[in-house]
């Protein structure tokens, strides 16, 4: 199994950057697909973005393209997502997440072996 730990989130105005972090423990990481999700009040866990276990394939929800990056480096066992250009409907809890799969383009939650505890991002307009 691996243990998931985010950081990296805040409160920050309309249209500005955040990076989240995620560090990663035991063995399966650099053997996983990594991806994040989100949970906004009310609603329902949502896919955000997925990347390979080489760090091939990002993939992201429409609601993001072109605005966030995932990466990973696999010597550090971390996964990032950097987050431009932010909108006040982007505040949600961030999940990061390790896929059974090493490659994986949208993730659901079934697919998903271990889960981070989440960190807060806040946008105000």
């Known amino acids: 199994q691996v243990q998931l730990t985010e950081s990296g989130g805040g409160l920050v105005q309309a249209g500005g950057s955040l990076r989240l972090a995620c560090a990663a423990s035991?063995?399966?990481?650099?053997?996983?697909?990594m991806g994040w999700f989100r949970q906004a009040p009310g609603k329902e866990r949502e896919f955000v973005a997925s990347?390979?276990?080489?760090?091939?394939?990002?993939y992201y929800a429409d609601s993001v393209k072109g605005r966030f990056t995932i990466s990973r480096d696999n010597a550090r066992n971390t996964v990032y997502l950097q987050m431009n250009s932010l909108k006040p409907e982007d505040t949600a809890v961030y999940y990061c997440?390790?896929?059974?799969?090493?490659?994986?383009?949208?993730?659901?939650?079934?697919?998903?072996?271990?889960w981070g505890q989440g960190t807060q991002v806040t946008v105000s307009s």
């Open positions: 035991g063995r399966t990481f650099s053997s996983s697909a």
């Open positions: 990347i390979s276990w080489s760090g091939g394939s990002p």
């Open positions: 997440a390790a896929d059974r799969a090493p490659y994986r383009g949208p993730m659901t939650s079934s697919d998903i072996i271990s």
